[in-house]
């Protein structure tokens, strides 16, 4: 599947062994959230790039208010196309934080 990454216009592949093979493998939380991921992706709250690889960008979405659940952010991170075509979706995992990224773009009402 193929989404328009909000605000930087950049379609981004999500495959099924990436999101099965690694998301899900690896975050296994993180199973009935793919709705949320292409929802971070559609419209995030907040852009960053990592600054030692700056072709990774970090798209976060809030987390929706779960009970019990431990995380403030969802966090999901593409690598950009060199060839200006498709990025791809690399990992999706909540976290605590918006932190340790150059945030390159907030949302209005998110600063």
Do not use: C, N
Not at 49 to 70: A, G, L, T
């Amino acid at each position: 599947m193929t989404v328009l990454a909000g605000h930087l216009e950049v379609p981004i592949v999500i495959t099924r062994g990436t999101w099965q093979g690694h998301v899900v493998e690896r975050h296994p939380e993180m199973g009935p959230y793919l709705e949320l991921t292409i929802a971070a992706l559609e419209a995030p709250d907040v852009i960053g790039r990592d600054s030692r690889y700056p072709e990774r960008v970090y798209f976060w979405k809030k987390w929706p208010d779960v009970r019990d659940f431990p995380a403030a952010w969802l966090e999901v991170m593409v690598v950009l196309p060199t060839d200006g075509r498709f990025g791809r979706l690399l990992s999706a995992f909540p976290v605590r934080s918006v932190a340790g990224k150059e945030i390159i773009w907030t949302a209005a009402g998110q600063d």
